[in-house]
Structures are given as structure tokens and as C-alpha cells.
């Protein structure tokens, strides 16, 4: 099934090099572009589709506002498109205010075409996606919070992960720790993506989590890099 792109950005020369790159990979295509957030909600509301690749920093409505009122206040009918986010500008602010909006990644311009497209293709599946370098900054960011307000992990005195899991799930683990997706693990390891996603599962399943960064944090946490 093709995965159905909406473009957001201020830049028109942005805007028409994303949709070359796009459109050349398999399984994608740009159905329409946005210069800025309110053209992003009505777009998306015309178009719906399945993913909104939002820049971030736009005149008027920006990128975080126009993130929220496409999840949060969908029309319908069906599900609100995933949004991607893809900016310039590697900040926590941004990230925070992203995520908190309900975008389902955050990824960064000088990311590789491939990378992008695989990030794209994740986000529509509903996998969370992230820069790895916005992976290292919130797992050092959890890694600094009180005890009683981090995220809830197998305690100490349970078995050590080399126990939990098979050889094969650790080194998917690590990778996820790493901040890859689902396809760039699937390359590094020499397996499909579909075997890939169904080990991250039975991780998060195994060790009681519920989300790829608390996996990536207990990671660290094991000394696994």
C-alpha cells in the first residue's frame, strides 16, 4: 500500500526537494503541500493522509500549533493522519513541544534521504520515531529525574536482562537504544522489518514496558550500548 505524504513548509525550494525524494522512493507519494500551519489543518482535513511531515518554525500557525489541531481535534472520518516532524533545529524545546502536541517522531533535516523515507514509512505503520540524537538527550534527561518519577522498570532484584532475553533480542535492544528504526535494525541485523518489529514487541512485552525510549533508558541503565 503507498503511503500518502502531505509536505509542510514555509519554503517553497524545501517543499519541492522533499517531494523529489519522496516521490522517487517506493511505496511513497506527496499528495499535496502546506507553506504554513493553517494550510496544514485544511490540507490535511482535504487530503487526509497518512502522514504530515511538519516543519517546525512556520509565519502565523507554526508547526507544534498546527501538530496539535490535527491530532487533537480531528474531524474525522478514520484516524487523524500520523505527523512526522522534520526541522532544522535540534532543540528540547521543540521536541517537548512537538511530542506534547502528538507528533509521532521528530526527525532532522540533515537526515539521508533513505533515513528519511524509512521514517516515514515507520510513522505510518504507528512507530515512534526519533533522531538519535533526540533518543541520547531524553534518556539522559530521564536518567537525571528523581527516582520516583522515573518511568516504571524491572527492578533490580529481577532477573538481569542476558536472563529475559535471547542473544538476537539483545542486539535488537541495543540498536534500539542507538535510536534506530525498525528498518535500519532490520539492515543491520540481516532480517525483515517485520521480524524486527515483532522482537521490539516481545522486548517490550518481556521486560513489562511500554514504549521504545523506556527500552532504550533501561538499556543504559544495563550498560548495554
Known sequence: MTVRVLVVD????????????????????????????DQA???????????????VRMPGTTGVEATGRIVREWPGPGPAPHVLVLTTFDLDEY???????????????????DHLAEAIRATAAGEPVLAPTVTRRLIDTVNALPTALLPTVPPRDQPALTDLLT?????????????????QIASALDLSEANVKSRVNRILTRLGLGNRVQAALLAHQAGLR
Open 10 to 37: 514555509d519554503q517553497e525550494m524545501v517543499r519541492t526537494a522533499l517531494r523529489l525524494v519522496i516521490d522517487r522512493r517506493e511505496g511513497l507519494t506527496v499528495v499535496g503541500e502546506a507553506a504554513d500551519g
Open 41 to 55: 489543518v485544511a490540507r490535511a482535513v482535504e487530503l487526509r493522509p497518512d502522514v504530515v511531515l511538519m516543519d
Open 95 to 113: 521536541v517537548h513541544a512537538a511530542l506534547r502536541a502528538g507528533a509521532a517522531g521528530f526527525l532532522l533535516k540533515n537526515s539521508a534521504p
Open 167 to 183: 542473544d538476537r533480542e539483545l542486539q535488537v535492544l541495543v540498536l534500539v537504544a542507538r535510536g534506530l528504526s525498525n528498518a
